[in-house]
């Protein structure tokens, strides 16, 4: 292998067969052939054997194959055989659930797949990173997680963070310069390797190896992805083990009691196990994993991309959404609207349309014939890296506001950059707020900035204006800042532009950002996404504090916070942000809703502060500093758009279409998904709790057992399941958004849930025992088939009663749910099938039953609804004050 470090960049273009235009289409498709896709190998989620045989992997299996071997040997064949079907059936479900709920992740996954840019027979387009080969050319900038070891073709202030492969935190420069041959990797600053991130500047680089081939593949071979388990799943499986313990206990109980009274020992122990399998809600883990991967699908089909599990359930949590303005607030499609430079002018036009004219007090004037304006223009087109093009009507590729300043400079016929080379650049940063660069226009070096206001100004000593140039007085400045002031004022979007012409060859950023000529002011609008108003009103209901925090001026957020109606705090500038302490701000942190002109460290003290009054915190994102408060936020949220892939790798969620109202969205889903989570967990731990009672209790009166064991199981692991699945996909309920959010301390069996959940399992007990016990005269075998049947429909009254634990089954509109529907049509059907057809009567000893007790069912295990209904309004009753109106 070359040593492509160690190669002049044209060397190495020449040994790769390619050029500085990058590969063709067909070239590039044939290397691909010939390389295979740019991926490391993944251990990923499991296959579909392993999902298949994790489902024998629990307890409840295990004793129920203990079952099924009692059975056979005391001659119970039959018995054997259901128990052996029940058992598949149980592997089955699961394993369809659980099979469906890892592809949807993995189509989750391939959704936030990195991407890289790549120039293709010239042209510079995006592609999935997967697809690069030896020879592509690519683009890299700040934020940028390298996709390929490559060589390195010209850069712009190229800075990498290369800690995954060298283990150095501090940012490496780097440069097109070969360096020694036998330079250790750490030092070989004219290459980039795959998956290190790009911080600072820009640059072109050939890519010389990809996939396992590379530095990273070849160190790690493999990436390792464990994916985190929700908390809500392993609290819930928690649960369901001491519960096992303490159905377990009553299991030993029933069996001694009842080989104490001289019961058959073989049958008594078939319904000990039946119970101790009855007590297990076996389905609740695959109904969270179900709720999830649904809930996360929906998700994504309303623009938010969960990344990591476990923030579906903080998202439901939310108390304050802290949210950039540009793009996410706002539309991010800039226009210059006006300059000023001594004197107002206004542009017309509208979006990116190269077309307008420039307008001093009404009257349309020549830009070029003006000399600040026109230097104004010049430098607002030079001072950037982005791109306007015509592909279904006007676009920019690249930053909006700097799309702005190309579309200003062809309104004006001033973009001069065909004209002009760049030297060097220094690249926007949001920390630094500004931008240079060094041009060789004919025989002059011009060097251009534009930035803020204020750090612009504080680098210049002279001002052009209409009356010509002269050096800039500390009036200039105040009266510039006061311009300034009045046009964020006015919601624009301020930026300062400021040029020099330079002899000598001296490079150096202080020298070069020394003694500038300010010649004027860009104000642009970028107007409210429109639907924000509405998601921000939601907010409100929903007890969720929305927090601007924005790198623009304080007056321009003010303003756009205004029009948004969310100002109902105060604003809080970075400066003012940075002579407070923590404690000063945690002080006031409760009554503020908008911080201007801030950075990423103060994202990282707001959040500290919010947390500290217990906030659960969702922040978004976007450059390459916000990793770490993305990563300290409960929610990090990543824009998709416009996001750097730094910021989505440290993320939780990405917005594909980087609006705030997907973030109110993604808040409602996650409501709605704990909320199904904890119906189906009420709902399949009374039915638990009831089966077991109703054994228990006839054993401890001294009555016969009122079920079979595998008439136990019957209803456990068959009937009960097909609504379970329902639940946990039931939609929105109306009045979501109106409730204040849950605390995350609530347990998920909170007090009133627990109160509901045990207040219909003892109707179930009573409804299924009193049946049992009227019926018992019909024989003991009848009575049983009744006790069955009413247990399959109290199960299923309470099923349907579970939807919501606000409205009365009455408010509820009966086809809401169809999922829930089928599922309890196939449980009715699982119940009657056992009743009916002779090989399941003889199996499970049941007997048909007549008109008369089918209706004497219907009406007793009504009692369940009735409970539910009682429950239902003393829960409304006690939430009432602290859960705001219910909106009912
Ligand atoms: P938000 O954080 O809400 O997205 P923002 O986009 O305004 O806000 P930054 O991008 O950090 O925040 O911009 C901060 C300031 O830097 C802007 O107010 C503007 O004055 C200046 N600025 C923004 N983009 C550029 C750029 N490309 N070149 C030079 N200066 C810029």
Redesign the pocket.
Known sequence: MANWHALPPEEALKLLNSGSDGLSEDEAASRLERFGPNDLARISGPGPVRILLRQFENYMVLVLLAAAVISWLSGEKSNAIVVLGILLFIAILGFVQEYRAERAMEALRKMVAPEARVFRGGRLVTLPAGNLVPGDVIYVEAGDIVPADARILDASALEAVESSLTGESNPVRKSPDPVREDAPLADRSSMLFMGTMVTYGNGRAVVTSTGSDTELGRISGMIQETPAEPPLKIRLQQLSKSLAVMVFIAAILVFSIQVYRGNPVLDTLLIAAALAVAGIPEALPFVVTLALAYGTQSMARRNAIVRRLPAVETLGSTTVICT????TLTRGEMTVREIWCGRRVEVTGSGYVPEGVFKVDGSEIDPGAFDALRETIITGALCNNSEVVFEDGWQIVG?P??GALIVLAKKAGLDLRERCREVTEYP?A?DT???TTVHQCGNDLRVSM???VEVVVERCSYVMDHSGLRPLSDADRKRILEIADVMAGRAL???AAAFKQIESGDLSRDFLERDMIFTGLFGMMDPPREEVCGAIDVCKRAGIRPVMI????KRTAEAIAGELRMLNGGVLDGSELDSMSDQELSDRIESISVFSRATAEHKMRIIKALKEHGHVVAMTGDGVNDAPALRSADIGIAMGRTGTDVSKEASDMVLADDNFATIVAAVEEGRRIYENIRKASAYMLAVTFAEVAVILMAVLVGLPAPLLALQILWINVVAEDFPAIGLAVEPARPGLMNERPRNPKEPILSRDVLVYTIGTSAAMLIGTLGLFLLNLDDGLGYARTVAFASLGICAIYNAYSSRSFHHSVLQMNPTGNVKLLAGIVASLASVVMVIYIPVFQRAFETLPLTLDSWLQVWLVSTIVIVVAEVLKRSMKTNSQGSVGSPGE
């Open positions: 950039d303005k540009t793009g930053d506001t700097e926007f949001s707020r500004r931008m534009k930035g803020a979007r301020v930026l924005t790198g623009d001026h």
